[in-house]
Every structure is written in C-alpha cells, then in structure tokens.
C-alpha cells in the first residue's frame, strides 16, 4: 500500500530554519510527483510546494518564495523541505503529499475525483515564536 512518514518539525524563534523529511515505506515514491501542505489552525489545508519526480520542476506557493525550498532524494525514497527565515505566519502542521496518479498536476489540483486515493503523511507541527 505505502505510507509517508514526515519528520523534522520542531519550535523555532523567527529567522531560524527547519528542515523537514518525508520518507516514503512500502512503496516506491521515486517516480512520484509529490509536494508540501500546511495547515494552521481553524484554516484550511493549503499548497506550500512541490515538485517533479527528481525535483527539475519545482513550484511554491507566493508566501514561501524564496525562503523554502523543495527537494527530492530519490535513492532515499525521501523528500525535503528546507524552511529559512521562518516567520510567526508559517505556523501549521505540515504534510506531505504524494498523489495518486503521480502527476505533478494532481499536487497542483486537489480538488479531482481521485484525491480519496492520495497518499498522505501524518503532519509534522511547525511552530515559529516571535
């Protein structure tokens, strides 16, 4: 079946940096498009970045731009998000999102019919202090 498993959140003060991991077990995500989502409280989940299989195509959402940056380990069945200059704002559980089709378009587009066939992570929490 597969699974994802993100790591890496943690507290940080504002300007700090995290990196967070996501591995994929059970199935072989290398070939995947996959991406990052974030959710804070009350808030809806939303696009934070994502990528092609090898990460040659990357895109992210306008409030993360040029501060985080996505990555691909394909060897590692693995994907990164590098998050520097953090800000109070970019507080949220993070997940990872590998989807089923494996088209980076089905990251871009949540809302399709087989979006119940995604694989998800479990978050990782995030939390910046001012």
């Known amino acids: 079946q597969g699974r994802l498993v993100e790591s890496g959140g943690g507290l940080v003060q504002t300007g700090g940096s995290l990196r967070l991991s996501c591995t994929g077990f059970g199935r072989i995500f290398s070939s995947y498009a996959m991406g990052w989502f974030r959710q804070a409280p009350g808030k809806e989940r939303v696009f934070v970045a994502g990528?092609?299989?090898?990460?040659?195509?990357?895109y992210y959402a306008d409030s993360v731009k040029g501060r985080f940056t996505i990555s691909r380990d394909i060897h590692k069945n693995t994907m990164y998000l590098q998050m520097n200059s953090l800000k109070p704002e970019d507080t949220a559980v993070y997940y990872c999102?590998?989807?089923?089709?494996?088209?980076?378009?089905?990251?871009?587009?949540?809302?399709?019919?087989?979006?119940?066939?995604?694989?998800w992570g479990q978050g990782t929490q995030v939390t910046v202090s001012s």
């Open positions: 999102l590998a989807p089923n089709g494996g088209v980076i378009e089905e990251v871009l587009n949540l809302r399709r019919t087989n979006a119940d066939k995604d694989y």
């Open positions: 990528c092609n299989w090898d990460a040659s195509r990357t």
